[in-house]
């Protein structure tokens, strides 16, 4: 399965983007997936994770209530909606696939596949 992300850009802040990642392949085998970013000098992030069964979703404390992770399984596609985005919002973002076993660790160990990136700016 590959996973390609897109929908990143420059916004200036308090504005909204949609982050998409599309698998080339059914991935409903996978437990969960995720959104992760990663900016220049700082680790990695887990942002946000959705279960694939019950789409029960969990965010991070720095984006809780201003991003939204979904998915249409019959586009075999992710979504990160991101508002009210600031400064330190600017990063690249990846998508990850994990197997039901990672799930519960998903934002802190990472995925088993992972996508290219998205880069996010926010001035």
């Known amino acids: 399965v590959q996973l390609v992300e897109s929908g990143g850009g420059s916004v200036q802040a308090g504005g909204s983007l949609r982050l998409s990642c599309a698998a080339s392949e059914d991935t409903s085998t996978y437990g969960c997936m995720g959104w992760f970013r990663q900016a220049p000098g700082k680790e990695r992030e887990g942002v946000a994770k959705?279960?694939?069964?019950?789409?029960?979703?969990y965010y991070a404390d720095s984006v809780k209530g201003r991003f939204t992770i979904s998915r249409d399984n019959a586009k075999n596609t992710l979504y990160l909606q991101m508002n009210s985005l600031k400064p330190e919002d600017t990063a690249m973002y990846y998508c990850?696939?994990?197997?039901?076993?990672?799930?519960?660790?998903?934002?802190?160990?990472?995925?088993?596949?992972w996508g290219q990136g998205t880069q996010v700016t926010v001035s």
């Open positions: 959705i279960w694939t069964n019950s789409g029960n979703t």
């Open positions: 990850a696939a994990g197997i039901a076993t990672r799930c519960r660790s998903l934002l802190t160990l990472g995925g088993n596949i």
